[in-house]
């Protein structure tokens, strides 16, 4: 556990944070299908409607909070953020009729997406020796903040009814927003913004197309990979439902997700100190998203999905963090949160695409089929991960001090 005893306490206090939040999150979207067809009567499409437009939204967020983190500061972008995220939540408890929740939930997605780029950013600011140590931390906590809130959520809502968690969700945002302004101070915090806190490379002439040329090519490996992704939470879950296993077994599949993110920590730390690049860490992740869906072509049985899901969320656990952290060495120091917002618009993207997608595959194509096309996606992605460094002059930049 030393590498984990030996962050700075900057990086202790975007993690608390980070967890708070994410905790709070899952509050809300695990009931949103739920919530509109049980409570608000309408049917299973317009509910996807309803995640799609928050999204979307939440892409947006996140490509506005990153400009603004470059700009006016990260603490005052997450307050921003958390302030117009707690009115909404405040809003769908008092209002219940459809069209105000429907645009209420568009404004938190897009209120919400200021929070993440602004948090990944802080961390390579505060602590740029870390390499993708910093990263990883944020990744990590927003998982443990996904599995303590999904298994508290059910029981608030059990208690006091599905309304009754857009409170819960409004008084962990606003205790998060006490954290920020109390906490986000000191010099690491003060200097996140400093020109030399970084070393520049040194860039060639045409290095606003190479700037644009990476992190592009980043992005659109990454909106492919969460695509397909994102069909264990659609289409796989149907097929699972289908061949007879029951919502407890599908649910558990989750659970071995956030344990093997939380568990399987020290394993991503050895793994990604023999990858001097994190390229070779993008591409084995990818390797690991293409053997589990393969298994998923012809399984039929609850091991294979099992095993399927843990190489899953190996690839994971290597891709998630290591696209924001690749993007940060590749872009300039002064537009760190643009990038970092950009990446997270990207993975909002593909959350976005995929249930599409993946409803129109489930409608036209075999099972079979279906999870052939996903790892096409793999495959897609897995190329431009590797192409993305490949124009002339691309500064091989680095951590500040080396490659973590």
Not at 194 to 219: D, H, I, K, M, N
Request: aromatic share 12%; charged share 10%; with cysteine.
């Amino acid at each position: 556990m030393r590498f984990v005893i030996s962050w700075p306490k900057a990086i202790w206090l975007l993690v608390l944070g980070m967890a708070i939040q994410s905790t709070g999150m899952s509050f809300f979207w695990p009931f949103t299908t739920i919530y509109v067809h049980t409570v608000m009567h309408r049917s299973l499409a317009v509910a996807g409607v309803i995640l799609a437009m928050q999204s979307g939204a939440s892409m947006l967020g996140a490509t506005v909070g990153g400009h603004l983190f470059d700009r006016v500061g990260g603490v005052r972008t997450i307050v921003i953020g958390i302030a117009g995220a707690a009115l909404c939540l405040i809003g769908l408890f008092i209002e219940a009729q459809f069209w105000p929740y429907a645009i209420l939930v568009g404004l938190f997605g897009f209120s919400t997406g200021f929070i993440s780029p602004s948090m990944y950013a802080f961390s390579v600011s505060v602590w740029p020796d870390g390499g993708r140590k910093a990263i990883n931390a944020i990744y990590v906590a927003q998982n443990l903040g996904v599995a303590v809130g999904s298994l508290t959520a059910g029981l608030v809502a059990a208690a006091g009814g599905l309304r009754s968690t857009f409170l819960v969700d409004a008084a962990l945002l606003l205790a998060f927003m006490v954290m920020v302004v109390t906490g986000f101070r000191g010099p690491a915090f003060q200097a996140a913004h400093r020109p030399g806190r970084r070393e520049p490379a040194r860039l060639p002439r045409s290095f606003p197309r190479v700037a644009l040329w990476g992190p592009l090519v980043l992005l659109f490996g990454m909106v492919l990979d969460s695509t397909a992704y994102s069909q264990w939470a659609t289409t796989t879950a149907s097929y699972i439902h289908q061949e007879g296993f029951s919502l407890p077994l599908y649910s558990f599949l989750w659970t071995v997700n956030g344990a093997v993110i939380l568990l399987g920590q020290p394993f991503v730390a050895w793994l990604t100190r023999r990858l001097e690049h994190i390229k070779a860490q993008l591409l084995l992740g990818n390797i690991f998203f293409l053997a589990g869906y393969m298994v998923l072509i012809f399984t039929h049985h609850y091991a294979g999905y099992l095993g399927a899901m843990l190489m899953t969320t190996l690839g994971e656990m290597l891709v998630w963090p290591g696209v924001p952290a690749r993007t940060y060495q590749i872009t300039p120091h002064e537009q760190i949160g643009l990038y970092q917002g950009l990446v997270s618009g990207a993975l909002s993207a593909g959350r976005m695409l995929g249930p599409l997608v993946g409803g129109l595959l489930y409608a036209q194509v075999s099972r079979p089929d279906l999870y052939i096309i996903m790892t096409i996606l793999f495959v897609m992605s897995g190329v431009l991960y590797y192409l993305h460094d490949r124009y002339p002059g691309m500064p091989p930049r680095k951590f500040a001090s080396a490659v973590h």
